[in-house]
């Protein structure tokens, strides 16, 4: 049975993390966040290389999530063949901290498991 979302995520205290994880939540997103952050500004063909198992159209619809919560800004230049520029927005960059710390818990959390300590 898939799980239903709290609408206004006022339950409980641990309710917060829960809406942050309904924004920046999913298998492609962090990883789009991290690459956004590190790198500045990307186009989707870089995010598709960097990303090589996603398909394009979840990959066009975990942008289009970050974009429709204001974290990340699309630009689109009137060219042949068009191009489009993906970069955080400045209410996106309030993540950079918490993505930070989702790196270094990530990065201790493979050292364990490659030692067998999890």
């Given at each position: 049975?898939?799980?239903?979302?709290?609408?206004?995520y006022?339950?409980?205290?641990?309710?917060?993390?829960?809406?942050?994880?309904?924004?920046?939540?999913?298998?492609?997103?962090?990883?789009?966040?991290?690459?956004?952050?590190?790198?500045?500004?990307?186009?989707?063909?870089?995010?598709?290389?960097?990303l090589?198992?996603?398909s394009?159209?979840?990959?066009?619809?975990?942008?289009?999530?970050?974009?429709?919560?204001?974290?990340?800004?699309?630009?689109?230049?009137?060219?042949?063949?068009?191009?489009?520029?993906?970069?955080?927005?400045?209410?996106?960059?309030?993540?950079?901290?918490?993505?930070?710390?989702?790196?270094?818990?990530?990065?201790?959390?493979?050292?364990?498991?490659?030692?067998?300590?999890?």
């Open positions: 049975m898939p799980r239903t979302p709290h609408p206004s006022d339950c409980a205290e641990g309710c917060s993390v829960e809406a942050a994880l309904s924004v920046i939540g999913g298998k492609w997103k962090g990883t789009i966040l991290y690459r956004l952050h590190t790198d500045g500004t990307l186009r989707f063909n870089q995010i598709r290389r960097i090589p198992d996603v394009q159209r979840t990959l066009t619809a975990q942008l289009r999530a970050l974009e429709a919560d204001g974290i990340i800004s699309r630009t689109v230049y009137p060219e042949v063949p068009p191009r489009v520029e993906y970069r955080l927005t400045d209410y996106g960059k309030t993540l950079a901290p918490v993505l930070t710390a989702l790196k270094a818990w990530g990065d201790g959390l493979k050292e364990n498991r490659a030692a067998g300590k999890v």
